[in-house]
């Protein structure tokens, strides 16, 4: 996986664990998109105090990941969901029985729901 997407999966899901300077710097390098330097001047820091934070932050979000696994669940039930509604669509191409349709169309709906 991209690694500045497996970061924002990890702080979408764990970053409320952080410190508030954590978060900042976090979001000001990867959601504001300052340079180091850039960080450095707005939180009167080093450029390398700002790089030791973002990396020890980073072994953080993943240190949540390696224990609590939300993320791998996540993603294993998104794909368990995309699988039963293929195999809904499925049903409904095959039987057209009118009350058939509409519990797949529930099901379909509910699959729809849980993966947006």
Same mark, same amino acid.
């Given at each position: 996986m991209?690694?500045i997407?497996?970061?924002?999966? @990890? #702080?979408?899901? #764990?970053?409320?664990?952080l410190t508030?300077? %954590?978060k900042?710097v #976090?979001?000001? !390098? #990867? +959601?504001?998109?300052?340079? @180091?330097?850039?960080i450095?001047?707005?939180l009167? $820091?080093?450029r390398?105090? &700002?790089?030791? +934070? @973002?990396? =020890?932050?980073e072994?953080?979000? %993943?240190?949540y990941e390696?224990? @609590? +696994?939300? $993320?791998? =669940? ?6 368990a &969901? +995309?699988e039963?509604k !293929?195999?809904?669509?499925d ?9 058939? &349709?509409?519990a $797949?169309s529930?099901?379909k709906?509910?699959?729809?729901e849980i993966?947006s």
């Amino acid at each position: 996986m991209d690694d500045i997407l497996q970061l924002t999966l @990890l #702080y979408d899901f #764990y970053g409320e664990l952080l410190t508030e300077k %954590q978060k900042q710097v #976090y979001e000001m !390098h #990867y +959601q504001n998109d300052l340079s @180091l330097t850039e960080i450095g001047e707005e939180l009167s $820091i080093s450029r390398q105090a &700002v790089r030791d +934070q @973002l990396k =020890r932050t980073e072994r953080i979000l %993943q240190g949540y990941e390696e224990k @609590l +696994q939300l $993320i791998s =669940r996540f993603q294993a039930q998104k794909k368990a &969901v +995309q699988e039963m509604k !293929h195999i809904i669509e499925d049903m409904e191409k095959k039987n057209p029985d009118a009350a058939m &349709v509409k519990a $797949i169309s529930k099901m379909k709906k509910i699959a729809e729901e849980i993966l947006s």
